[in-house]
């Protein structure tokens, strides 16, 4: 039993996870504009994604303690080395018009991870993106949607249409509600200087707007050219799960109620497109 916690926590901590649901988000929009399975760009945002992550959430142990990592650090670091390596094999199978915006959110990633900017405009000492005052739920929500929505079909010269748009907007709205029990999560070890949306408008606020957010991604789906019965009902139950999420999100949360739980949902709306969309 240990040894598999062992594993399971090496899973989430090593961003496997969030991977999975980077990739059953990037499947989702093949799927939904007809376009098949693209090997390529899949496992592209996959290993991307534990790369990028890893690296985000470990430069600065890295930075600070590397005569004295700690084992699983180790691991991990060599596990996100591996990663980077699939990484760079697959992007060299991607379109030049995908790695031109596949640059634009490395770069976005980088800054969000490193000090980069004058102290004046940051309320900590981290000066860069991830520490400016309310702007980290937006920019993953801006990555992720980027990522899982243009990249695939920019990748397979699908044209940007109207429907594009409006799933790079649900998917961005998606995310932001994906987020909130993180955030609420967090609220017990993130600065106040962070002015996460919990610390700005408190617990109950935030539970309502993740439920206002998550009925206009729902609704979106009805301005779309395309309207298919199956996708809607799956769009319904994905919404109520998230919503429920939210609804029992607390700040003394289980240790895997969002870390695994509430990165499960695109990997539960995949399973549910491919056995009944």
């Not at 496992?43 to 142990?61: E, H, P, S, W």
Request: charged share 15%; glycine share 4%; net charge positive.
């Amino acid at each position: 039993m240990r040894f598999l916690k062992i594993v399971f926590d090496f899973y989430i901590n090593s961003s496997i996870h969030v991977a999975l649901a980077v990739y059953a988000l990037t499947w989702i929009t093949l799927s939904s504009f007809g376009i098949s399975y693209d090997e390529n760009i899949l496992y592209f945002n996959f290993y991307a994604t534990v790369t990028g992550y890893n690296f985000v959430k470990y430069f600065g142990l890295a930075k600070f303690h590397h005569r004295s990592l700690a084992s699983w650090l180790k691991i991990i670091q060599i596990f996100s080395f591996i990663c980077f390596m699939f990484l760079c094999y697959y992007a060299s199978k991607l379109e030049t018009k995908t790695l031109f915006w596949i640059g634009a959110f490395a770069l976005v990633t980088f800054l969000y991870a490193i000090p980069f900017l004058p102290k004046k405009i940051f309320l900590d000492e981290q000066q860069n993106l991830r520490s400016v005052s309310g702007l980290k739920i937006y920019i993953i929500a801006l990555v992720w949607s980027g990522v899982t929505v243009l990249l695939p079909l920019l990748n397979n010269k699908f044209h940007l249409n109207t429907d594009v748009l409006i799933t790079t907007l649900q998917r961005f709205l998606f995310v932001i509600a994906l987020i909130l029990p993180f955030e609420i999560r967090d609220m017990n070890y993130d600065s106040i200087k962070l002015s996460t949306i919990p610390q700005r408008i408190g617990i109950k606020m935030t539970k309502k707007i993740g439920v206002y957010l998550l009925i206009v991604f729902y609704v979106l789906e009805y301005f779309k050219d395309e309207v298919r019965i199956k996708h809607l009902i799956i769009l319904l139950i994905i919404t109520v799960l998230t919503m429920l999420l939210i609804l029992f999100s607390r700040k003394n949360q289980g240790k895997y109620y969002s870390a695994f739980w509430v990165e499960a949902v695109p990997l539960i709306w995949l399973i549910l497109l491919i056995l009944f969309g």
